[in-house]
């Protein structure tokens, strides 16, 4: 069964510090791995998968599939960075999608 | 701009009762899923669909059941609601069928409170 889990609640940090939200999963195939934000009043929305290797909002995410783990990373967190943050998994060429338990984020200025 | 509109923003209902709630797409999207959103456990999913009345279980589909007679709408039903189903309720569909097109867009939510 895919499981996601987000160690921590609440997390929070000061404007440029760095920040590093934790996601481990457990699946025994090959996982899709996203990460999904929730700014205060808007829908949820993609924030970025890991399998575009890409950098959003100077965020980044590396899939480690050794330790299972898809941790999201900025080196200089700004104020405007504050909320829910969800780590999700995909099984490969599946349509299911399941979530973690969120950690919210503040940046404190 | 895809849209996934969910009918209703607040619902009090009543122990017992009979919940529908609505959930329309326009993009075309081959997937639809309903999420329940409860703090400190995330979003569980109760139910996703991958077709036009096709579904599937997900994690905590007991006292929930789905509807999908057409592409763009995906219904959640709440046989007889219960207290412990007071949650914001979250929709959500993908275009899915491929390995990283599995990108779900969100409606709004559904706060549902039964008393």
């Known amino acids: 069964a895919q499981r996601v889990t987000q160690p921590e609640k609440l997390l929070s940090v000061f404007k440029g510090a760095p920040v590093e939200l934790k996601c481990n999963y457990s699946?025994?195939?090959?996982?899709?791995l996203f990460w999904y934000v929730q700014y205060s009043r808007q829908r949820l929305q993609l924030l970025l998968r890991h399998i575009s290797r890409e950098s959003i909002k100077g965020f980044t995410a590396d899939l480690n599939k050794g330790e299972t783990s898809f941790h999201l990373k900025k080196p200089f967190a700004q104020e405007e960075d504050s909320a829910m943050y969800y780590c999700a998994l995909s099984s490969y060429n599946n349509n299911d999608m399941r979530f973690g338990a969120g950690t919210r984020l503040t940046v404190k200025p | 701009d895809v849209k996934v509109t969910q009918s209703s923003r607040y619902l009090v209902k009543r122990t017992g009762e009979k919940v529908f709630l609505e959930c329309v797409q326009d993009m075309d999207h081959e997937n639809m899923f309903w999420y329940r959103q409860d703090p400190g456990l995330g979003l569980r999913l109760i139910y996703f669909s991958y077709d036009v009345k096709m579904k599937e279980k997900g994690d905590i589909p007991e006292g929930y059941s789905v509807s999908r007679e057409k592409k763009e709408r995906f219904s959640l039903i709440l046989e007889s609601a219960s207290t412990n189903q007071t949650s914001m309720y979250l929709c959500?569909?993908?275009?899915?069928?491929?390995?990283?097109?599995?990108?779900?867009?969100f409606g709004a939510g559904s706060r549902l409170t039964v008393l």
């Open positions: 699946y025994s195939g090959s996982p899709e």
């Open positions: 959500a569909s993908s275009s899915g069928g491929h390995s990283g097109a599995n990108v779900l867009t």
